[in-house]
């Protein structure tokens, strides 16, 4: 969007027609409300930016189905010469007329039309330049059908307008709806508005309603009707006399449908000669992902000190619109409270609305139609000067931030150094505070424009968080998105039938129907479009219940961008789920499902072995498919999408492993009710999920990763090796920065199990090069140690004493497992189990060494260890994982 610079921030609203309650659609299911459809329609009016046009920024829903609509908006109008009493110079009235068929080619070039022009929607900035407002109001209502009153000024609508009457969906005396007005219906309303212009008043203002449709048709019928209309204002002679050309000019616009010109035609009538050689053509400005040069708009003044910014710079007025409205909203903005204090919304007692009903005897009772549902265009100022006093102590500089050395190491911004109080509160009162969030957003914004330069800086600025308004764009720069993802998205067959058509319509009904953009007939169109375009694209994979669910968070980000949603989708699912959209994705499923069962087993083997004793484990696959727990690592399915984006925020900064950690941190927040329950009610808890703190499960489930060694979290079945890169949690997880997979593979590299032997161990395996290194990061300094200044892993070697005795890891103790176990495998109380309970609160490793024979394990490479992890919990004596260990 363009910087709001001398603009303001204008509401108005109005209601859309209200549907039955007792009618459902074809597909069985609730109408869809008008206001619903309405809301969806808009969105893309916010992508329809051009100078001569005002820009939208925002549409919300209220009650009874009213909906206001925030856009950009100036004081001045056309309105305002007429008020005057004076006439325009026909220079002034060919600048006009020029400016206007600019903004009316521009929509005819996005399939709109404006249907609405009047002398009071042809707004002027400072410089007097034409800015188009409501020029979205005939498209978003679709064509007019979705509200009760007519689209447009019967002063200012083509005589074929007029002629075919008002149209409601709800009417059965009509058969059919009329066809949409087309590109010339704007050139009839501006040939009226210019003959104002120079009449210097309003036609027919003295003549009533109906006189003055009778006349409009009328004039369809005549020949000279700019005679006509001269003759009746009594200003032909002065037309005539001060241009003719311009005459001739308003006499082509006052000619039949099928003579009159579009706008794009009238641009290149001889009579702009000596205008159109003063306007540049429009070129938008080319976006973030998009083979366009981005920086081709710019340009540097003549003279350089231009750059310099005064004392008293408004630095608010150099950003978006779209982004001084968000920060509006967050300093306390209200379009209701805004709206009422105009009296535009006039609130009744429940009483003094009710309908009017007539008695048998003829006496009537109640209140007539209410006025207060009929348009009222007016269009209110939003003022600004709580926000400016909100930000007065924000400094200039803040709006220029200089980029931090991409050297450091730092895991905190040095953009919040001014707010670093605020950094510390909870995320959801940090995407409230407006000075915070201002700086954010510049920061970001500033890091998006030079993405993929600074990558590394967009990921670590996302480790602090990432600013609500721009988290669409930040999540596809964390997802390594770059290059035309349009011209890619477009050469996909999104439109000849394919098997799995079906199956997509049954399930998008289902998806998010609470949230109202979401459940908007535009985003079901686009929800099919996105996930065919996957699906087409992927022939090697397949269409799973619960692909459109996956699609949400990023088709709900980037609703007017359906190219970058499908790429966003198209990078997540192999990062993250790769091969689970097979045809036949059981063995993928199965050995996910071991691994996080695992995964529980280690972090929290209380509640590990509670699950095995009643049932439910990974065995029951079906079970685990079909319920919400399946859907937790994502939680698309769970949570709404507020929750889902703060999770996701996280989850993208991580590698394919960390859905694991959230799935166990998930299960810690639902530990108690767990172990208290059997089988059946622990199906019942994830049926029906409880309020989960994302917030917590985001902090959890770093801690857990940061704690988990790759090689435990290692799946045959994840994404083939690629470059390694960050994953975003700073110096403290440089040792799991990527996944295992991406790693070299030597000797000590973990090797692949098959499925049956990977369910046969309770616990996870690790690789031996994990293991040395975890013993080294344990013995290198404070920051592995816990508070008593022990480390945190220890080594349980278990082959009998002679083997211990000629080597072993350092620091490791000895309980041979036939001391340890019974020929069952089960562990036995004895004393060597016994020195277990001094080691509470470490990482405990069960490890089988085969070593050289030499002694030094310093300088001779190992042979062969095979480590299981047994807990990392603050009970690692709960041992029963013991019971399934296959040593080897």
């Known amino acids: 969007m363009r910087p709001l610079k001398d603009a303001q921030l204008g509401a108005f609203t109005f209601f859309a027609s209200a549907l039955p309650h007792d009618v459902c659609g074809s597909n069985g299911l609730p109408l869809t409300p008008n206001s619903i459809k309405i809301l969806g329609r808009f969105q893309i009016l916010k992508t329809v930016t051009h100078p001569r046009l005002c820009q939208y920024v925002d549409i919300t829903r209220g009650k009874h189905e009213r909906l206001i609509v925030v ?81 447009g000024y019967p002063s200012y609508l083509a005589p074929e307008v007029i002629a075919q009457g008002s149209f409601h969906p709800s009417d059965s005396s009509h058969d059919e709806a009329p066809l949409p007005s087309g590109p010339k ?45 001269a003759e009746e204002h009594g200003c032909l002679d002065a037309i005539k006399v001060e241009s003719k050309s311009l005459a001739v000019f308003v006499d082509i616009i006052f000619c ?75 300093a306390g903005g209200d379009l209701e409270k805004e709206l009422t204090n105009k009296e535009i919304i006039q609130s009744k007692p429940p009483i003094c609305t009710l309908p009017n009903f007539v008695m048998e005897d003829g006496e009537s009772f109640g209140q007539g139609r209410d006025r207060s549902f009929l348009l ?33 190491s730092l895991p905190q911004s040095n953009s919040s150094n001014e707010l670093s ?21 510049i920061l970001f914004d500033r890091l998006l424009k030079a993405y993929p330069y600074k990558k590394n800086l967009v990921w670590k600025e996302a480790r602090v968080d990432i600013p609500p308004l721009i988290r669409g764009l930040a999540w596809a720069a964390l997802l390594g998105i770059e290059g035309d993802i349009q011209a890619k998205y477009e050469s996909i067959d999104k439109d000849t039938p394919i098997p799995t058509d ?96 695992q995964m529980i087993a280690f972090h929290d083997p209380e509640l590990s072995n509670h699950l095995n004793e009643i049932g439910f484990i990974p065995d029951y696959s079906v079970i685990f498919v079909k319920s919400p727990l399946f859907c937790v690592y994502f939680c698309t399915d769970v949570f709404p999408l507020h ?28 530990r108690d009710r767990l172990l208290a329950n059997g089988f059946n009610e622990c199906i019942l808890l994830f049926s029906d999920l409880p309020e989960i703190d994302i917030e917590r499960c985001v902090r959890e489930s770093i801690n857990l990763f940061c704690w988990t060694p790759k090689s435990a979290t290692y799946r045959q079945h994840a994404q083939p090796p690629k470059a390694s890169g960050d994953n975003g949690f700073g110096k403290t997880a440089t040792y799991y920065s990527s996944d295992y997979q991406d790693m070299p593979k030597t000797d000590l590299s973990r090797e692949p199990l098959a499925l049956c032997d990977l369910k046969a161990e309770v616990s996870p395996r690790i690789s031996a090069e994990d293991l040395i290194d975890l013993c080294e990061l344990s013995l290198a300094g404070p920051t592995k140690r816990t508070k008593a200044g022990k480390p945190k892993i220890i080594a349980v070697d278990i082959r009998n004493v002679e083997d211990f005795s000629r080597g072993h890891i350092s620091g490791s103790i000895n309980i041979p497992f036939s001391a340890a176990f019974n020929p069952d495998g089960e562990l036995v109380q004895c004393p060597a189990t016994g020195i277990l309970q001094n080691y509470r609160g470490r990482v405990i490793v069960l490890t089988f060494v085969v070593l050289s024979e030499h002694l030094n394990l310093s300088t001779i490479p190992y042979k062969q260890i095979s480590a299981n992890l047994i807990c990392h919990s603050h009970e690692p004596h709960s041992l029963k994982s013991f019971k399934r260990v296959t040593l080897k």
């Open 643 to 670: 929750k889902i984006f703060h999770l996701w925020d996280t989850l993208l900064l991580g590698n394919s492993s960390f859905p694991f950690c959230i799935g166990v941190a998930i299960l810690q927040q639902l």
């Open 256 to 330: 039949s449908v099928s003579s009159r010109p579009t706008p794009a035609e009238l641009l290149g009538d001889p009579v702009f000669n000596g205008v159109s050689c003063l306007y540049t053509p429009f070129q938008k400005p080319g976006s973030l992902f998009s083979s366009s040069l981005r920086c081709a708009h710019l340009e540097l003044p003549e003279d350089i000190s231009d750059l310099c910014k005064d004392d008293d710079e408004d630095y608010l007025s150099e950003r978006a619109i779209d982004e001084v409205y968000h920060l509006w909203c967050l």
């Open 376 to 408: 009222d265009d007016t269009t209110v100022t939003l003022s600004l000067c709580q926000l400016r006093n909100r930000l007065k102590d924000v400094a200039g500089e803040a709006y220029y931030p200089l980029l931090e050395d991409e050297q450091s």
């Open 421 to 441: 109080a605020t950094v510390t509160l909870p995320l959801i009162i940090r995407e409230r505070d407006t000075e915070y969030q201002l700086i954010r957003i």
């Open 185 to 229: 219906t704007d050139v009839w309303s501006l040939g009226v508005l210019l003959f104002e212009l120079c009449a210097g008043r309003r036609l027919l203002q003295n003549i009533d309603i109906s006189e003055r449709l009778k006349f409009i048709l009328t004039l369809g019928c005549i020949d000279d009707i700019v005679t006509v209309l």
């Open 502 to 597: 079906r199956q997509i319509e049954v399930d998008i009904p289902r998806c998010h129907q609470y949230d109202e953009l979401l459940s908007s007939p535009q985003g079901h169109i686009k929800f099919r479009r996105v996930l065919k375009a996957w699906v087409v694209s992927h022939p090697d994979l397949v269409y799973w219940q619960g692909l459109d669910s996956l699609c949400a968070p990023f088709l709900y980000l980037n609703f007017n961008n359906e190219a970058l949603a499908y790429a966003c989708m198209s990078a997540f699912i192999p990062k993250y789920l790769y091969n689970f959209f097979l045809k036949d994705n059981s063995h993928v499923i199965q050995e996910y499902l071991t691994v996080f069962s």
């Open 71 to 151: 856009a950009e908006h100036y004081e001045s109008c056309l309105s305002d010469f007429q008020k005057q009493g004076k006439t325009v110079s026909p220079e002034k009235v060919l600048k006009i007329a020029y400016e206007v068929l600019e903004g009316l080619e521009f929509m005819n070039k996005h399939g709109m039309v404006h249907r609405a022009l009047s002398a009071h929607n042809v707004l002027m900035d400072c410089k007097a330049n034409v800015k188009l407002a409501k020029f979205g109001l005939y498209h978003m209502t679709d064509h007019g059908a979705d509200v009760d009153f007519p689209i």
